[in-house]
C-alpha cells in the first residue's frame, strides 16, 4: 500500500526562540520559529543593522557556498550559513511553512546535531493547514559523478536514504545507513548524530575563520592518532555516516516539496547533494508533481495522483 504521508501542509502552532553561538563565526545567534500561512513555504529572514533584512526561501535556487556547510545567498554580509542541521529537522517532522528569524550571521550550532531543533518544533507543536500538501515524485534515474564520488536519485515508493561514506581514517573507514525517512525514523537513528571534524585540520580552519566556534560541546572530535577526544565518546557506534545522511536530509529539503524516491550517495557531501537536486530539478521529465485526491489528513503513497501545476515550482527564488 506504500508509506503512509500527510495529506495536508502543515505550520508550527506557535513562536519558540532558541540561542546559541555558531559554529563558524563563534558569535551569539538567536533564530525565532514563527507559524506561516500555507503556500509560504520556508523562509529565512536575516535582521541586519537598523532593522534592515535579508531574505531567504530555502530553496536550492537560493544556495551560494556549500564547501563546510549549505550557505543562503553569496555575500557573508547578508548570508545566512549552517542552514542543514535545522531544515533536516523541519524536513523530518513534516514542516511546510515557517517564517525563521535571524539574529546573526548563521543557524546555532548548539550541540552538532538536530535534536535541539526536533525537541523546539515538538514544543511549540504541530498545526494542520486546510491545503493539501505536494510532493516530488521521482520518475527515473538522475544521476551525477565528481571523481570517486556520486548520488543519485531513483524511483522508489516512498522517501528513502541510501548514503555511504568512505574516509582515510581507521576509526571511520567505510560506512553505511539504509532507511526509510519517518519522523520516527528521523528522531530514533538520525537527529542526535554530531558533526565531526579532524584536530589536524583546526588550525588551517581557523586561519580560515572557520570553526571559530567549533568545540567538544557541538563536535565530535578525531585526535591525531585516530581516536575520539570528546569524553562521551559516540552516539552511534555509526555516528559519522548518519551525520552525513542527517545532512544530506537537510540538503535535500531544499527540494521546495517533500521528494518521493530513494536519494543515494557514495562519499558525498553538502556539494554533492546540491548539485544532484539542482540536476534532478532541471530534467522535468524525471519528476512529476502529486498530490492527494482524498481529503483525509492522511494518505498512501500510491494514492497520490498526478497534478497539472505548471506554474509550481517550489524550488525557484
Not at 531574505?55 to 556549500?66: D, H, I, K, M, Y
Not at 559519522?240 to 521528494?259: C, E, I, M, N
Not at 530513494?262 to 522535468?284: E, Q, T
Amino acid at each position: 500500500m506504500g508509506i503512509e504521508l500527510l495529506g495536508f501542509q502543515t505550520t508550527i502552532a506557535s513562536p519558540i526562540t532558541l540561542k546559541g553561538i555558531g559554529v563558524h563565526s563563534g558569535a551569539e545567534v538567536e533564530i525565532t520559529f514563527h507559524p506561516a500561512e500555507a503556500d509560504a513555504g520556508i523562509a529565512f529572514q536575516r535582521v541586519l543593522a537598523g532593522g534592515r533584512l535579508s531574505e531567504f526561501r530555502a530553496v536550492s535556487s537560493q544556495v551560494g557556498n556549500t564547501d563546510l556547510c549549505t550557505v543562503f545567498g553569496l555575500s557573508p554580509a547578508t548570508s545566512i550559513a549552517t542552514i542543514e542541521h535545522v531544515m533536516a529537522a523541519i524536513y523530518a517532522l513534516g514542516l511546510d511553512n515557517l517564517l525563521i528569524e535571524v539574529h546573526g550571521a548563521e543557524m546555532p550550532i548548539m550541540d552538532g546535531s538536530s535534536e535541539p531543533f526536533i525537541d523546539a518544533i515538538e514544543q511549540a507543536g504541530i498545526r494542520a493547514l486546510a491545503v493539501k500538501r505536494r510532493y516530488i515524485r521521482i520518475l527515473k534515474p538522475v544521476r551525477i559523478e565528481s571523481g570517486a564520488s556520486w548520488s543519485e536519485f531513483t524511483p522508489y515508493d516512498g522517501m528513502r536514504f541510501e548514503v555511504e561514506i568512505d574516509f582515510d581514517c581507521p576509526l571511520i573507514g567505510r560506512q553505511a545507513w539504509k532507511g526509510d525517512m519517518t519522523p520516527a525514523v528521523f528522531k530514533r537513528e538520525l537527529s542526535r548524530a554530531r558533526t565531526f571534524g579532524f584536530m589536524r585540520d583546526v588550525e588551517r580552519l581557523w586561519a580560515a575563520g572557520f570553526a571559530l566556534g567549533s568545540s567538544l560541546e557541538n563536535s565530535v572530535v578525531i585526535s591525531d592518532d585516530d581516536t575520539v577526544v570528546n569524553v562521551e565518546g559516540l552516539r552511534y557506534a555509526d555516528e559519522f555516516v548518519r551525520h552525513k545522511t542527517l545532512d544530506a536530509v537537510g540538503d535535500l529539503s531544499l527540494a521546495g516539496a517533500p521528494f518521493l524516491g530513494c536519494y543515494r550517495s557514495y562519499r558525498g557531501g553538502h556539494k554533492m547533494n546540491a548539485n544532484a537536486l539542482k540536476a534532478l530539478l532541471s530534467a522535468p521529465t524525471a519528476y512529476e508533481v502529486v498530490e492527494t485526491a482524498s481529503q483525509r489528513q492522511r494518505a498512501r503513497s500510491r494514492e497520490l495522483v498526478a497534478v497539472a501545476a505548471p506554474g509550481f515550482a517550489p524550488w525557484s527564488a
